[in-house]
Every structure is written in structure tokens, then in C-alpha cells.
């Protein structure tokens, strides 16, 4: 019979202290590679999953230095808006900005308004010749749902514009002499060639911090799979603009992810895409081989998942992290370690294990930016997080053919407390890891991973870890 080997995950181990001559948590430098030419702020990354990143989740991920993943469970023309939105969010100069027709009514530019989650829209009849501006202002006292856009909007005659080619500084000048919120740039015709909008350049020179692309838009990915329509979901994503594709295969070890990867790659050479999910060495190489930028590292660790009781197959992921690790470090491609954290310890435990970044699902569940309502149980407030292979997240999938009786999940759904803005837990989790770097004296992560020496602890040690012998308020 074959050895059998012991794998290991956070729980089973500690880091041990190390001499520290860090003075302060501050001069700890947490950025890190998230593929292989995209550096982020902060290793967190919420998980690709249909109750965690859409839009919402992506925006506010970016301006905390890191970037969300467009799950790939709706179709492809929603994920394509959703890419956009976050695309849109910041943008010094909006090159073709939303347009509305004049005859359009106060209840249409409503919908428009939640649709593109936009506040104000350029007036035009055929999209191009500029006719005014309408913005939140001209509408807040109107009450007739059927007014006309012609009727609120500030016409041509009374709109402050801008020329093509405009540089940034005069159009803050612009802006704030006149007190005015958005400058339409205009060409010699009057048609429209742009926006500028104040809110975007106050964004644009205060976040620093932000993931931005080289003409300052926040960063976003997509996830895609390898099913039949799977690269018109890619062109249509690249067209876009999405900065990152992930493959997101449950079993990314497969034929199908590595030949969907070099399709990407050999057709959009600038795109960064990560291959996943894999938990061995010969896993995460093969991906590399094919062309991925990183490699999302974990096999049923989630904690919606239930893949390894359902099949049998997994590895804990601290081990799965270490058997992958020096793949990636062999050929200098990012490690993400997908799923499995359930405290901030364990995500210093995963980057010292050699991990680049982390991504969460679970964690990020129940903040105000995932998608879904929040929901009152016995006067607590909870939101849904479901496995992308669970029962109902099968049924739901666009063009489901699966009855019920026929799928088999691998995932659960979940209800979790609702936990306010995503920001209160990327400040836990780095508070923690600032922490953690200062117990190994590391200054960053990669010092993190060159001091890092594991213990590994009993079920004592365990209970002991935890808060012991009182209750906790
Ligand atoms: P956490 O622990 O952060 O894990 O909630 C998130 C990761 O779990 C994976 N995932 C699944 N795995 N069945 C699985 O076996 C599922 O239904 C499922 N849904 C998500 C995924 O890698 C995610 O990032």
C-alpha cells in the first residue's frame, strides 16, 4: 500500500516569534503582486462568487488598493455591464459619456440613473450633437413622473464647455470658478467628444492607494470558464476593458483550463489571466506552462464548500499553499490562495507559506457591498452566501438545463450576519497582518516568507489559542 502523507491547514500550525526590530506597524509595506505585471495594496481579494463581487464590490476593493473579480454566473451581457460600471466609476476624461433623448421622461431617466449608476446624463437626440445636460439637481423637486428631460435639463445656450484636448488643470479652473459639477467636452460642431467631472478628478488626485490602470479607471477582472461560449464571453469582457480575466475552473488541473488559457493568452497577449483552481505542484506548473499570469491555489478549503465530502478529493490548504509555492517562485508567477480563511492569523499564515495574495469569500459575505438584499431573522440582519456549486446556485445559472433531481451540489447555501462596509474587514485583516509582519520581523511580505518558520500545534494548543476560560462579551 502507498504511504499516506499528512496535509495540513491553518489550524494545525502556528508561526513562530521572531526578534523584532521593527519599531512601528506603519513602516510595514503589506502591497503585493496580484498576477504577474499587476501590483496591488493590499493581498485580499474578495472571491469571484454570485453573493460576493459584482460591481459594488469591485469598486470599493479598488479604491482599498485591490481589485474584485466579476463572477461569471449571469450572462454574458450582465457581467459586461458590471465591468463597465467599475470602468466608468473613475475617469478623469469619460470618453463616450451616457446620453439621453430629450423626450425622454422623468421615469426613464430614473431607471437610466439605477441602471449605469450614473447621476447625470448629456441630452442628445442622435448621441452625438449636445443639447444640454441633465443632473440629479434639475430633477430633485420635479414630481410629474412624466416630465420631460427637455423641460429639466440646462440647455446648450447655458452649458459651460469644454475643447477637445482640454488638460486637466484648466478644467479643474472650470470647474470650480463656475461651480459647476460636470464639463462637457465639446469639438467645434457642438458635438459630444467627452466628460469631465469634479467628482472624478477630487477622486482621481485623492486616492493614491486606488488600483488603477495607466489611464487612472479603477482596476476590475472577470471570471470566465471553458464551456462552449466561453471566448465570446472573453472578447466581449476584453472589449470592456476588463484588465484581468480569471479561469475559473473548479478542477483547474484539466485539459479544458490549460487549452482555455492559451487560447486567451495567444489571442489577447496584454490581458493579465489567472488559471485556477489547483492544489499540487504538477497543477500550478501546467498552468504556467499554458500562460498564466497567477495561479489560484485551493481545492475545497471554502466554507461554502463541500467538494471534498462530496468527491473525496482535496488537500488542506496550507499544504496545498506549500506544494505550490515553489512552482510559482520558480517561474516568478504570483500564488493567490483561494478560500479557507476564517480569521487574519490564517491569511499571515498563508502568505507565509508563500501565498502573494489571498482570496475570500466567506469573510467578505454579508458586507454592504456584496450582492443581495439584507435580510431580518429574529431581529438580527443577515445576508445569503451560497457555493457556485451549490443546489440552487446550479438552478440559477443562465441557460440551466439541470433539474433539480439531477445535480449533485458541492456547495451549500448560507445565511451570514450582516457586517457594514467591506472596508471594516480589509482593516481587520490588515491590521492583522501589519501585526503579524512585526512578530517576523518583516518589513513586507517577502520578508515574511524568507523569516517564516512554522510550528505545527496540537488540539491543546488549539484551545489554547483561542479566547479560554471565560465568556466572551
Ligand atoms: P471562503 O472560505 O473564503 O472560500 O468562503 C471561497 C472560495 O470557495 C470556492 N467555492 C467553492 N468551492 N464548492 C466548492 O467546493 C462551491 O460551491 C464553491 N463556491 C465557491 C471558491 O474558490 C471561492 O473563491
Not at 50 to 79: N, P, W
Not at 80 to 87: A, G, I, L, T
Not at 110 to 123: D, G, T, W
Not at 416 to 429: H, I, T
Amino acid at each position: 500500500m502507498q504511504e499516506i502523507r499528512t496535509a495540513l491547514t491553518y489550524d494545525d500550525v502556528l508561526l513562530v516569534p521572531q526578534k523584532s526590530e521593527l519599531k512601528s506597524r506603519k513602516d510595514t509595506d503589506v502591497s503585493t503582486q496580484l498576477t504577474k505585471n499587476i501590483k496591488i495594496n493590499i493581498p485580499l481579494v474578495p472571491a469571484n462568487m454570485d453573493t460576493v463581487t459584482e460591481s459594488k464590490m469591485a469598486i470599493a476593493m479598488a479604491y482599498l488598493g485591490s481589485v474584485g473579480i466579476i463572477h461569471r454566473f449571469c450572462d454574458i451581457d450582465y457581467q459586461v455591464k458590471e465591468v463597465k460600471k467599475v470602468k466608468r466609476k473613475q475617469n478623469v476624461i469619460i470618453d463616450n459619456p451616457f446620453t439621453i433623448n430629450p423626450q425622454a421622461t422623468l421615469k426613464e431617466v430614473r431607471a437610466k440613473i439605477l441602471e449605469h449608476n450614473c447621476q447625470s446624463f448629456l441630452v442628445s437626440e442622435n448621441g452625438q450633437d449636445l443639447l444640454g445636460i441633465i443632473t440629479s439637481r434639475d430633477m430633485d423637486f420635479v414630481t410629474d413622473e412624466n416630465t420631460k428631460v427637455l423641460d429639466m435639463m440646462t440647455p446648450k445656450e447655458k452649458l459651460i464647455t469644454a475643447p477637445v484636448g482640454i488638460d486637466i488643470e484648466k478644467a479643474k479652473e472650470i470647474l470650480s470658478q463656475n461651480k459647476i459639477e460636470k464639463l462637457p467636452v465639446v469639438d467645434s460642431a457642438f458635438r459630444i467628444r467627452g466628460l469631465i467631472t469634479a467628482t472624478d478628478i477630487i477622486r482621481n488626485y485623492n486616492n493614491g492607494h486606488a488600483s488603477k490602470d495607466a489611464k487612472g479607471r479603477l482596476l476590475v477582472g472577470a471570471a470566465v470558464g471553458a464551456g462552449d461560449d466561453f471566448m465570446e464571453r472573453v472578447k466581449a469582457l476584453v472589449e470592456a476593458e476588463v484588465d484581468i480575466l480569471v479561469v475559473d475552473i473548479a478542477h483547474g488541473h484539466s485539459v479544458n483550463a490549460m487549452e482555455a488559457i492559451k487560447t486567451i493568452k495567444t489571442q489577447y497577449p496584454s490581458i493579465e489571466v489567472i488559471g485556477g483552481n489547483v492544489a499540487t505542484a504538477q497543477g500550478a506548473k501546467d498552468l504556467i506552462l499554458a500562460g498564466a499570469d497567477a495561479i489560484k491555489v485551493g481545492i475545497g478549503p471554502g466554507s461554502i464548500c463541500t467538494t471534498r465530502i462530496t468527491t473525496g478529493f482535496g488537500i488542506p490548504q496550507l499544504s496545498a499553499i506549500l506544494n505550490c509555492a515553489p512552482v510559482c517562485q520558480q517561474y516568478n508567477i504570483p500564488l493567490i490562495a483561494d478560500g479557507g480563511v476564517k480569521q487574519p492569523g490564517d491569511l499571515v499564515k498563508a502568505l507565509a507559506a508563500g501565498a502573494d495574495s489571498v482570496m475570500m469569500g466567506g469573510q467578505f459575505s454579508g458586507t454592504e457591498e456584496t450582492p443581495g438584499a439584507v435580510l431580518s431573522y429574529r431581529g438580527q440582519q443577515y445576508k445569503i452566501s451560497r457555493g457556485m456549486a451549490s443546489l440552487t446556485a446550479a438552478l440559477s445559472r443562465p441557460n440551466a438545463k439541470e433539474k433539480i433531481e439531477d445535480v449533485t451540489p458541492e456547495g451549500v447555501e448560507a445565511r451570514v450576519p450582516f457586517k457594514g462596509p467591506a472596508k471594516n474587514v480589509v482593516n481587520l485583516y490588515v491590521g492583522g497582518l501589519r501585526s503579524g509582519l512585526s512578530y517576523a520581523n518583516a518589513h513586507n511580505i517577502k520578508e515574511l516568507q524568507a523569516h517564516a518558520q512554522f510550528i505545527r500545534i496540537t488540539a491543546a494548543g488549539m484551545t489554547e489559542s483561542h479566547s479560554h476560560d471565560n465568556q466572551v462579551l
